[in-house]
T-cell receptor, first 116, second 114 residues
Framework: DAGVIQSPRHEVTEMGQEVTLRCKPISGHNSLFWYRQTMMRGLELLIYFNNNVPIDDSGMPEDRFSAKMPNASFSTLKIQPSEPRDSAVYFC??????????????FGEGSRLTVL | DAKTTQPPSMDCAEGRAANLPCNHSTISGNEYVYWYRQIHSQGPQYIIHGLKNNETNEMASLIITEDRKSSTLILPHATLRDTAVYYCIAWPWEGSSNTGKLIFGQGTTLQVKP
C-alpha cells in the first residue's frame, strides 16, 4: 500500500503565481481532507470531500483557494494568486467511511509551499 | 465538537512510561476520543481511539475515565522516536460516517530524553 501521495513535496514560487498541489488518496478510501499547517495557526482543516463531493469548505481562507476532486483517486488544491501568507505545509489525508471502520485518517507527507 | 485541553509540553525519560493527559469535559455521548501524533515535519499519525472502554494496541493504551470527561494516553516504554506532538481529539463517529470535522488543537509536545 503506497499510502497517500502528495506532490510536489516542496514548492517555491513568487507572489501572484498560481500554485497547484496534488493528492492521490489511498485506493478504496472515500473521504479526502486538505489541511494547512503553520507555526502560528497549527493544523487547520481547509476542506473535505466524501465520495468526491465537497462536504465542508468553511475552512478555505478565501476565494483565492479552490479544491477539486474529479474522481476517487485524485484531488487538487489550487491557490491563485498566491501570497506570502499562504506559505505553509499542506497535508492531504484520506479515510474510509464505512460500517465498522475506525475513522482513522491517513496523512500524506505534505507539500511545503514557500511564496516569496 | 467537544473542545479538548492538553498541557503544552511534557518530558519523559527514555524507557519509562509516558502518560499524556487530556481533558474533554464537554464531550458528547457520540464523540470518540482519538489520539494522533506528529513527528517533526511528517504528517500526523493515528495512534488509538476509544469511546468509553479502555483500549490497547501495539502503540499505546488509552484510559478513559468513567464519566468520560478526561483520558490518558500511555506509551508504556517511551523511546527517543516517540518525541512528537500528541493531539487528543473528540470526534463524532457513528460507525458508518464521519459526522463532523477532525479538528486538531495545539497538542502536547512530548520530549523523550535519554
Amino acid at each position: 500500500d503506497a499510502g497517500v501521495i502528495q506532490s510536489p513535496r516542496h514548492e517555491v514560487t513568487e507572489m501572484g503565481q498560481e500554485v497547484t498541489l496534488r493528492c492521490k488518496p489511498i485506493s478504496g478510501h472515500n473521504s479526502l481532507f486538505w489541511y494547512r499547517q503553520t507555526m502560528m495557526r497549527g493544523l487547520e482543516l481547509l476542506i473535505y470531500f466524501n465520495n468526491n463531493v465537497p462536504i465542508d469548505d468553511s475552512g478555505m481562507p478565501e476565494d483565492r483557494f479552490s479544491a477539486k476532486m474529479p474522481n476517487a483517486s485524485f484531488s487538487t488544491l489550487k491557490i491563485q494568486p498566491s501570497e506570502p501568507r499562504d506559505s505553509a505545509v499542506y497535508f492531504c489525508a484520506s479515510s474510509m467511511d464505512s460500517v465498522g471502520y475506525t475513522g482513522e485518517l491517513f496523512f500524506g507527507e505534505g507539500s511545503r509551499l514557500t511564496v516569496l | 465538537d467537544a473542545k479538548t485541553t492538553q498541557p503544552p509540553s511534557m518530558d519523559c525519560a527514555e524507557g519509562r512510561a509516558a502518560n499524556l493527559p487530556c481533558n474533554h469535559s464537554t464531550i458528547s455521548g457520540n464523540e470518540y476520543v482519538y489520539w494522533y501524533r506528529q513527528i517533526h515535519s511528517q504528517g500526523p499519525q493515528y495512534i488509538i481511539h476509544g469511546l468509553k472502554n479502555n483500549e490497547t494496541n501495539e502503540m499505546a493504551s488509552l484510559i478513559i475515565t468513567e464519566d468520560r470527561k478526561s483520558s490518558t494516553l500511555i506509551l508504556p516504554h517511551a523511546t527517543l522516536r516517540d518525541t512528537a506532538v500528541y493531539y487528543c481529539i473528540a470526534w463524532p463517529w457513528e460507525g458508518s460516517s464521519n459526522t463532523g470535522k477532525l479538528i486538531f488543537g495545539q497538542g502536547t509536545t512530548l520530549q523523550v530524553k535519554p
